[in-house]
């Protein structure tokens, strides 16, 4: 077991202008499983490599307990990666496949047993230990794979997206599984993913990229309950948050159409007459008496108990916070199921004053 660290770590590609990694500095605790999560090419997988010493460090170093490890081979780092192709060999049982690294390493017989099967009671493999990988599923080759980083007992594990090829049913069994265990053995764990949702439920912390930047590292709730800037409020959280810019008035309060939310005078200072406010669908409240911004209801998903209500601002001046692509994002409340509003129907919707995110409009900075 060991910690990990990230020290102004940058990776360039040859050709590029710009980095994709740029400066990364994170520290990863002892037996710790941080998440790296972003969308597609903002460096998270990148990040990974480098730790494994796939991808050459341009700038900084990384360390993997007292051990810089910028300059070693990929062999000499003592980390196991678990990819999402899973990378067994076809014609090897499941016991030789998890066993390969160890009696490439020269280690004898008799241990490479004991440890396979070991790893295998661990993972729920034991049966399967004379099948050859054609004859697993895709939820039991991941398994293999994962058996096979175990054997090796090594200081870090480095997964890379291993989930990505499970249906969505495997996908919530198996991470529930590999969260499980890591907490068992104890090992430094840094997860790949793009599934935000995945984040949330298994790291210990969440380290959020955006075009090879860290826009934040926290936990999940901090993340959620204190997003540091626009990208990881609208990123983190399913429905996303809502964000939409509404006017400063004088008197240091924010109008949400015709109702008025106080803010703390001292995070207005300098922000001008306008400032992006967030709120997340459990935190709005809904009402039919003119308070608040007027919504023009477009869907309704109706989940039992709960109910989304999907809808566009019914004044065409107000505007909603867009996405990564630039298109604008419905605002989104969560209402009792049981007292939906129809299609069409005009509502009017607030945040909730103890649950309420404002940022700044120019630089997405949060406020306070």
Request: glycine share 10%; aromatic share 6%.
């Amino acid at each position: 077991m060991a910690t990990v660290k990230f020290d102004n770590a940058t990776r360039v590609y040859p050709g590029a202008t710009t980095p994709s990694v740029d400066k990364l500095n994170i520290d990863i605790s002892d037996g710790e499983f941080l998440v790296l999560v972003g969308p597609s090419g903002c460096g998270k997988s990148t990040s990974l490599r480098m730790l494994a010493g796939l991808e050459e460090v341009n700038g900084g170093k990384i360390w993997i307990g007292d051990r810089d490890v910028t300059n070693l081979s990929p062999k000499d780092r003592d980390v196991a990666m678990v990819f999402q192709n899973y990378a067994l060999y076809p014609h090897m049982s499941v016991a030789d496949n998890m066993g390969f690294a160890l009696k490439i390493a020269g280690i004898n017989k008799s241990e490479i047993d004991q440890r396979v099967k070991e790893a295998a009671k661990i993972l729920d493999l034991t049966t399967y230990l004379d099948r050859k990988p054609k004859a697993l599923s895709g939820g039991q080759r991941q398994r293999v794979a994962m058996g096979r980083a175990i054997v090796r007992s090594p200081q870090v594990f480095l997964m890379d997206e291993p989930l990505s090829n499970l249906d969505a049913k495997l996908r919530v069994q198996t991470r529930t599984q590999i969260a499980s265990l890591q907490r068992r053995l104890g090992v430094t764990t840094v997860y790949v993913t793009h599934d935000q949702v995945e984040a949330m439920t298994m790291g210990d912390r969440i380290a959020l990229l955006k075009d090879g930047l860290l826009q934040q590292c926290a936990t999940p709730r901090e993340m959620y309950d204190r997003p540091a800037n626009l990208f990881v409020a609208g990123f983190i959280g399913s429905p996303a948050m809502n964000l939409i810019a509404v006017p400063v008035t004088g008197e240091g309060e924010v109008k949400f159409g015709n109702h008025r939310l106080p803010i703390e005078r001292s995070a207005l200072v300098g922000v001008g007459n306008q400032v992006m406010v967030g709120v997340r669908p459990e935190d709005v409240e809904v009402t039919t008496n003119d308070d608040g911004m007027a919504l023009t209801v477009e869907l309704v998903e109706e989940l039992g108990a709960d109910a989304y209500v999907h809808g566009v601002p019914a004044d065409s001046a107000i505007s909603m916070y867009g996405d990564e692509e630039g298109l604008a994002k419905p605002f989104v409340a969560r209402v009792d199921g049981r007292k939906v509003p129809r299609k069409g129907e005009t509502i009017y919707v607030y945040p909730n004053q103890n649950h309420l995110h404002v940022f700044n409009a120019e630089s997405g900075a949060r406020l306070g």
